[in-house]
């Protein structure tokens, strides 16, 4: 095995490489079922909350919620969005997961962990709470989103990423 040692990295311009480095790290998670019916956003119950230390930092966001969507007799797939401060973020909502075909059978069911990350740019001193929100995909035939389905546990971390340093 090799090994590099160096006293300095410099960009060919001479100037440094900016080092980036993390600083809180908050995580929240839930394991309660919650059923939803309806096609309106619904809190899933998983929810965290971080207080970035300055306007330029960034939150990384990593969230694991597990997901189950039934339906009787038509496909079934639920929706899922996360929220901040209470508004969606844009881009950030998905119409199509745990999506199955009914085929001609009876009952549908699919579920499992539905994962993701995203880096935010919150530009605030104040607390930011992030939240999932999700909802069943089509109304009718008892379609229902199971989110934490046997009180399974569903997570999300916060990670500050501060802002960037000149070394």
């Not at 095995?1 to 929240?28: E, H, R």
């Not at 956003?41 to 207080?51: C, K, P, R, S, V």
Request: net charge negative; charged share 15%.
């Amino acid at each position: 095995m090799s090994t590099l040692k160096v006293t300095n990295l410099q960009k060919l311009d001479g100037t440094s490489f900016p080092i980036g480095k993390f600083g809180q790290v908050i995580q929240g998670s839930a394991s309660t079922a919650v059923n939803v019916t309806s096609s309106s956003f619904t809190d899933t119950g998983l929810t965290a909350t971080i207080t970035p230390t300055a306007t330029t930092s960034k939150v990384m966001i990593h969230v694991t919620q597990m997901l189950s969507s039934d339906r009787d007799n038509e496909d079934c797939w639920s929706r899922l969005r996360l929220v901040r401060d209470g508004s969606g973020l844009s881009g950030l909502e998905w119409s199509k997961l745990e999506w199955d075909e009914a085929g001609g059978v009876g009952a549908v069911k699919a579920g499992g962990l539905t994962t993701f990350c995203y880096l935010d740019s919150p530009s605030t001193l104040n607390a930011v709470v992030y939240k999932l929100q999700g909802s069943a995909g089509a109304s009718g035939n008892n379609s229902t989103a199971r989110f934490q389905m046997g009180n399974e546990s569903s997570f999300i971390q916060l990670i500050e990423v501060l802002a960037w340093v000149q070394n």
